[in-house]
């Protein structure tokens, strides 16, 4: 009997003894008087128990039957439901073996029968939380965990999420390697579906920040005073898309990412075992199936502004040609470009002035095709392996006849006193009598 069953009963041999009357009783019992008139016929009867709850030490009529409760157990007690907690398991015996089992009752059973065991709840340090952005779109928190997604069932897997830091909601996929390449792919499955968001927020790996390599004589240099570096592929694709990039200093700065991978690396991994997932395939089937479905549906929160962010995709903007690795490189003058070691071919009709010696835009996009770009317009190439295709055989050029020579300066002088005493006449020059061997001319 519990204490406040003493104090009733108290009252109630007060107003037997009429020590009190029922209405003085009912009032301090809080009950009407009928239902003092009540307990004081049971009291008479039963005596003292009449204060007791007629319920106590009986079953519930809601009591889980010995089948039922050794049912669930023994479902539980198999490997692949290992680790699950009464939430998880509540929900995973429901849906696949249709035993509703509340979550309470089911954390009770469990920790009876050593299935689970209570956590010890400690006081942590109080840490204040940044609130949320206040509309859909502001701000998209993005990241990569690698973890044993697969328990060992396959190859190595890394979860890239992208979760809306004003709702929650949550975008990812499994991907084989933590490459730029699968971050933009799901970047444009992300832009396809919301359209350009305000800013961006990862952290500082290499896919997003350049590392700066500092000189000796630059190491007192201030960071805000050195060249700035130029921007990863994923960088350039944001501004190119008009997307800001937010660099986190810390993992807590992005805390809503990393609470994300926490959820996934409990629930996640413990549905992928019970479907049997052993491929990339497999997994992301039940990723987009099963899991993002449950989280958009149970996790998202309504944002405190209703308006949603998100911008739509221009005209000025082409997923292909921003979300690409792009490098930029020089016309040779037989309009020939190489890139990694190969050489292309710029055909005839894409040739036009100004093009020699120009650098042009050569985007490799995430379908495997290759396009150049120079200026406005993309011009047609042709792949020519390692080898640089031969030059064009041209005609040597006609020699040009060698110049007269001009006469040397004596010679000069030797005709200007030539000229100065010219000779005798022609007919005093033939009257001249050649028998004569004088060296003088007679008159």
């Not at 008087?33 to 009540?38: I, L, P």
């Not at 007192?220 to 990039?245: F, M, N, S, Y």
């Not at 120009?358 to 792949?383: C, N, P, T």
Request: charged share 30%; aromatic share 6%; proline share 6%.
């Amino acid at each position: 009997m519990t204490q406040r069953e003493r104090d009733r009963l108290v009252v109630l041999k007060k107003a037997r003894k009429k020590l009190i009357t029922q209405r003085q009783a009912a009032a301090e019992l809080q009950v009407t008087e009928r239902q003092v008139r009540r307990l004081l016929v049971r009291l008479k009867e039963i005596g003292d128990r009449a204060v007791v709850h007629g319920l106590r030490e009986r079953p519930s009529n809601r009591r889980l039957s010995e089948e039922k409760r050794e049912k669930a157990l023994r479902i539980l007690s198999q490997e692949v439901y290992r680790g699950f907690g009464p939430t998880l398991a509540s929900e995973y015996l429901a849906k696949k073996h249709k035993i509703a089992i509340g979550r309470e009752a089911l954390r009770q059973l469990m920790m009876q029968a050593g299935l689970w065991r209570r956590r010890k709840q400690t006081v942590e340090e109080i840490h204040e939380w940044r609130p949320r952005r206040s509309s859909r779109g502001e701000l998209i928190q993005g990241d990569t965990s690698e973890h044993d997604w697969l328990e060992g069932r396959g190859e190595k897997l890394y979860l890239i999420h992208m979760i809306d830091d004003a709702t929650s909601e949550l975008m990812a996929r499994f991907v084989p390697s933590d490459s730029t390449e699968q971050n933009l792919r799901l970047l444009w499955s992300y832009l396809e579906r919301n359209g350009r968001p305000v800013a961006f927020y990862t952290d500082k790996a290499s896919l997003f920040q350049n590392t700066p390599k500092v000189k000796l004589h630059e190491l007192d240099v201030p960071r805000d005073k050195r060249d700035p570096l130029p921007p990863t592929q994923i960088g350039r694709a944001l501004q190119e898309l008009g997307v800001a990039w937010i660099a986190a200093h810390s993992p807590q700065a992005k805390g809503r990412v990393e609470r994300s991978f926490g959820t996934a690396q409990d629930r996640l991994v413990k549905g992928l075992r019970v479907a049997g997932a052993r491929t990339i395939e497999d997994a992301n089937r039940y990723l987009q199936t099963e899991f993002l479905p449950w989280w958009n549906q149970h996790l998202v929160v309504a944002p405190a502004n209703p308006t949603d962010a998100h911008r739509p995709l221009g005209s000025e903007h082409s997923l292909p040609a921003a979300l690409s690795h792009v490098e930029h490189r020089q016309v040779n003058n037989d309009y020939t470009v190489q890139l990694d070691g190969n050489f292309y071919q710029i055909q005839r009709e894409g040739i036009c002035s100004g093009l020699r010696g120009a650098v042009v835009r050569i985007e490799q996009r995430l379908d495997g095709s290759l396009r150049v770009r120079f200026r406005d317009r993309y011009l047609a190439v042709k792949g020519c392996g390692t080898v640089r295709p031969a030059a064009d055989p041209t005609p040597k050029p006609i020699a040009k006849p060698a110049a007269k020579p001009q006469p040397s300066p004596a010679m000069r002088e030797a005709m200007n006193q030539l000229l100065q005493h010219p000779g005798l006449p022609v007919w005093i020059a033939g009257e001249i009598d050649k028998t004569l061997t004088s060296d003088t001319l007679e008159d």
